[in-house]
């Protein structure tokens, strides 16, 4: 079965939720994405703690599985991590979690070029923002990310295909490798 967009939503919208229970300040995060149905299907065990996919109790047909992988290692960048990735075919997506700073359009006029410095400008800079994001994509192409403002939990959390083409194309990358 193929997964639909509102599929791909809903384990987006999941993961966010449970990285807001979790708080702020969280390291970089990689989730591999099945098909509930599927992963059931291998792992019969799992049904008392994934519940039905067939539909039933509330659970849509093309709900996805978000199955969190191993801590990233510190010292290296997700960015990085993910050019080296490459799914075996039993996953259907890759979803990332992260935590970033932006500044506005104006701060790039005083931006320094050394990475050190930049990231001190920015971790420093009076109109920056704290945000996290999370990104997935799925093997047939379908796309989708979060973006949720720290000290704006409350507000409206943006969603779209393209909030963060750059990464999502790094992802979409280690699905096409296998």
Do not use: F, K
Request: proline letters at 8%.
């Amino acid at each position: 079965m193929r997964v639909s967009e509102s599929g791909l939503r809903r384990a987006v919208l999941e993961i966010d939720a449970a990285l807001a229970a979790d708080g702020w300040d969280q390291p970089a995060r990689l989730y591999a994405l099945v098909e509930t149905r599927s992963l059931l299907e291998q792992q019969p065990s799992l049904a008392g703690s994934l519940g039905p996919a067939d539909g039933a109790d509330g659970q849509p047909p093309d709900a996805l599985t978000a199955v969190e992988q191993d801590p990233l290692p510190p010292d290296r960048s997700l960015e990085d991590l993910l050019s080296g990735i490459e799914w075996p075919a039993e996953v259907d997506g890759c979803a990332a979690a992260i935590e970033r700073v932006v500044l506005p359009p104006s701060a790039e006029t005083d931006m320094p070029t050394d990475p050190a410095e930049m990231r001190t400008y920015a971790s420093e800079h009076p109109d920056r923002n704290e945000v996290r994001i999370v990104a997935a994509a799925l093997r047939g192409g379908q796309a989708h990310c979060t973006l949720r403002i720290r000290g704006h939990e409350d507000g409206d959390l943006l969603e779209g295909v393209d909030l963060v083409p750059g990464l999502v194309a790094m992802i979409t990358e280690t699905l096409t490798s296998s």
